[in-house]
């Protein structure tokens, strides 16, 4: 029985193994481990493919949030509103500057940040939201965008999912005051170990991620405010330069299979994103009823799924100060119960990716056959052409 592995890096990483090789041997001889060439050389490439003005390369994508809201003056007293449904980085990112977290649930349909949700959840003290472009599917930007300027907040968003996604055409760097992208290894854009970028139309507040990033300094041993060391490896840069110039053609195969699995799946709800808007197919999450028995049916027969996230951050015991029962975010809490993400990704064949569709379309039949001898409800089916 042949496997169908959620994530292989390797045989992605084959067809450009020259040229990382290349790369890091330049590193190792020029010695030049910070500050190297390659680093400025990759922000402003960076900049350019997702449309922005500035990129400043960080440590990590949890640092690329958590700095901004630190240039920002964001601190103890302030509320910043992001979506419950999120990878935990995004809650973390507030409470690292003593902000208040608030959590909403999003549109049970796009499972991304809804503005009508937004716009309740604004308070005297709310600052800045966070849209969080989960999976790799652009939230709904204009009306988000609306609602913030409506209420003179600040937009970060959180796209450390959606590297080379765009939003009615444009690339996200276009939108709202600050994007924070991370290179974690198994992100669309990885690199070989944690980094990040802030991208900005904003030259102040790029000056100032500059100075944060580097114990809060321009000119060496000369300090103008309180800063961090959280910068990106010359290494590292090197690598994510090799990696730009493929990031389109891996993420056009990931479109491919996404309406692959658009067109055959069965039984399970799809992604719905918005119109004239692409994602980058970080993630493809379909969403059952009976999860956890369709995940271990994949499994037995040798196919990766996986969930994310199985424990939304406001049940996670890092977040019992929230003091946020079971059933305060309903929609969130569903989706931690019934999402499942297929294997998705450039190394997958077009008979991969079919023997996962029939895997599925089977699975979910005999699941919901026992299901309903067991009385559950089956899922809906949605749908939406790309
Ligand atoms: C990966 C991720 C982060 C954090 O990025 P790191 O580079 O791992 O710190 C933040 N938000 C979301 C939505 C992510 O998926």
């Not at 609306?146 to 959606?162: N, S």
């Not at 996670?316 to 294997?343: D, I």
Request: with cysteine; glycine share 8%; charged share 20%.
């Amino acid at each position: 029985m042949e496997r169908v592995p959620f994530l292989d890096m390797t045989s992605v990483h084959q067809e450009i193994r020259a040229d990382l090789d290349q790369a890091v041997s330049n590193v190792v001889d020029s010695a030049q481990f910070l500050y190297g060439p390659p680093v400025q050389q990759f922000e402003e490439e960076f900049a350019e493919f997702v449309g922005a003005k500035h990129a400043v390369s960080v440590g990590s994508g949890l640092a690329a949030l958590t700095l901004t809201l630190r240039a920002w003056g964001i601190g103890p007293g302030d509320e910043v509103i992001v979506p419950a449904n999120t990878f935990i980085a995004t809650f973390l990112a507030v409470s690292a500057v003593g902000a208040v977290v608030v959590p909403v649930d999003p549109d049970p349909s796009t499972y991304n940040l809804d503005a009508s949700t937004l716009r309740k959840a604004i308070g005297p003290r709310t600052r800045v939201v966070i849209p969080v472009h989960l999976y790799g599917q652009p939230c709904d930007l204009e009306s988000i965008g609306a609602v913030a300027r409506a209420h003179g907040l600040k937009i970060l968003q959180d796209a450390a999912q959606a590297h080379g996604a765009r939003y009615r055409q444009n690339p996200l760097g276009v939108y709202g005051d600050a994007a924070a992208f991370s290179f974690y290894p198994a992100k669309n854009l990885g690199a070989f170990g944690d980094a990040g970028a802030v991208v900005t139309n904003d030259g102040d507040l790029a000056t100032i991620l500059r100075k944060l990033r580097n114990y809060g300094s321009e000119v060496k041993y000369v300090h103008q405010i309180q800063g961090e060391n959280s910068r990106m490896s010359t290494l590292n840069a090197a690598v994510l330069r090799v990696k730009l110039r493929r990031l389109e053609s891996w993420n056009h195969r990931r479109g491919e299979i996404a309406l692959h699995y658009q067109q055959g799946l069965r039984g399970v709800d799809l992604p719905i994103w918005p119109p004239q808007s692409e994602p980058s197919w970080h993630l493809y999450v379909v969403q059952s009823p009976h999860r956890n028995q369709l995940l271990q049916y994949l499994q037995d027969l040798g196919i990766e799924a996986m969930v994310h996230y199985p424990i939304p951050p406001h049940r996670q015991a890092a977040y019992q100060n929230l003091a946020m029962p079971w059933g305060s975010l309903p929609v969130t809490e569903q989706l931690s119960r019934q999402v499942l993400s297929l294997p998705m990704g450039p190394h997958l064949s077009d008979e991969q990716v079919e023997r996962v569709i029939e895997t599925v379309n089977v699975g979910v039949r005999r699941l919901g056959v026992k299901a309903m001898r067991g009385g559950w409800q089956n899922g809906r089916n949605r749908r939406q052409t790309i």
